[in-house]
């Protein structure tokens, strides 16, 4: 069987914020780690999600990978591509996103799509073009000290015309609130003015509904995860998708682990919820730039807990102290550092009985998932707005909950392991 919808995300918590979407929009659902090799066959779901570290990767690689899955998802049959990316559009004006939605638009012959990175269940909505973030500007939110993609604008037509091959305009709000006729005229207008893409604003999930239905017959759809609730019912309509009874936690036995690489105010503040009241170990950026061995003294460490209690290993921090690290080390160099030893770290832990892990951060998540050996995932039940638990499918089995950096309530983690059977 064809897939219905083929996406592409651009990091792995993306990926299942997205797989998350359409699972509880009554797809099955299976998500890749990785460009998918030939041997891999989507049996037995209607839409695949393509897990890409690719965000901030340098540009051709990112283009590489987007281009070869693709591929993969085109000789699968996908009626449809979405390429997926952070609800707070994490790409400076350097960024990734224009340039892999270029060369997606080139090799589909796609002559325009949208934009749109609004998730307003989490409080990202986009208003005249600007993302928001609650009520802040995004640039006048924590994102404007993010560690790899400080966000300094919030005008979406800014980013898209900086870092893309074309022109942007905007599908705004009254014509979104005027229906399918209107965005679709919003957009051919738009076209014959020379323009490849369109900001459309959205700050309600009826706005999403909406959008999603106007572009049915797209080739290609980008934005965030939201963006992708209308999708499945215009498979439902045309009796291409049949509705599914909902998902199961996995059942999976084991010690609990929490590892945290994000510096976001809400991961710092589900740490600080449950500092006094778990195991927790902080991994320090001087002694791993020093050369000590902080992956094998925090694997001992973590053994050495009552198996009863999750264990938190975590290196996320304020953003002073990221950017003190940064200054001495590099942004780039400080940011691997952090990421191989938290892999390292995960591995040693789930070949020792650690079964049951969350991971906060998106590049924290691609490194743990990578240094798994985690190839495809099985998407379970929600935990908290974008965020599903998970199981690998491959042996040994592992509960994953992959979080973005921003999302979760402060109880995220006690929530999330009371949630398992």
Known sequence: MALLLGAIADDFTGATDLANTLVKAGMRITQIIGVPEDEMTPAGSDAVVIALKSRTAPVDQAIGESLRSLEWLQGNGAHQIFFKYCSTFDSTSKGNIGPVTDALMERLGADFTIICPAFPENGRTVYKGNLFVGDLPLAESSMK?????????SSL????DAQS??????I????????????????????SDGHKYGIADAIDESDLQTLGRAVENDMLVTGGSALAIGLPGNFRRRGLLATLAAPRYPSISGRSLV???????????QIAHVRDRWPCRRIEIDDLAA???VVGGATGWALAQPAERPVLVYASSDPQQ??????????????????KALGAISSGLVSR???????????????????????????GPEIDPGVPWTKSLQSPEIALALKSGNFGTEDFFEKAFGLLP
């Open 145 to 153: 000290d993010h560690p790899l993609t400080p966000m300094r604008d």
């Open 259 to 269: 590892l945290a690489g994000s510096c976001s105010t809400a991961t710092r503040s």
């Open 353 to 379: 009985g650690f079964s049951r892990v969350i991971v906060a951060g998106g590049e924290t998540s691609g490194a743990v998932v990578s240094a798994l050996g985690v190839r495809a995932l099985e998407i």
């Open 165 to 170: 091959g074309g022109t942007t305009g905007l």
């Open 322 to 339: 990221v950017f003190e690290a940064q200054q001495k080390y590099g942004a780039e160099r400080a940011g691997e550092m952090v990421e």
């Open 291 to 293: 050369g000590k061995d």
């Open 172 to 191: 705004p709000l009254q014509i979104v609130r005027r229906g399918l006729d209107a965005i679709r005229e919003r957009i051919a207008s738009l076209f």
């Open 157 to 160: 037509i800014r980013l898209m």
